[in-house]
């Protein structure tokens, strides 16, 4: 039987991986990566809730990998957040 996806875990992986850099979507360095089961709907809720520049920045600290960002923005729609609005 397969094991519930719970948006809770979902909304903590996506934070902690592209906002904080604590945990990795894959296994690398120091980090064990989230389970398997939640990789998609992490990537799925960063792309569907974060800006496409804090996916650059996330990139720009090695918390993700190239590959693991192009899957991101791959997943972004027009109805997603792309850029932050920086004008005052």
Request: avoid cysteine.
């Amino acid at each position: 039987m397969a094991e519930a996806i719970l948006a809770f875990r979902v909304s903590t992986y996506a934070r902690n991986i592209y906002m904080t850099g604590t945990e990795r979507l894959t296994a690398r360095e120091h980090y064990g990566g989230i389970p398997e089961n939640y990789r998609i709907p992490v990537l799925q809720f960063a792309a569907k809730n974060y800006y496409i520049d804090w996916l650059d920045h996330a990139l720009d600290k090695g918390w993700i990998t190239p590959q693991e960002y192009q899957e991101t923005i791959a997943m972004k729609t027009a109805e997603d957040p792309q850029y932050r609005n920086t004008a005052s």
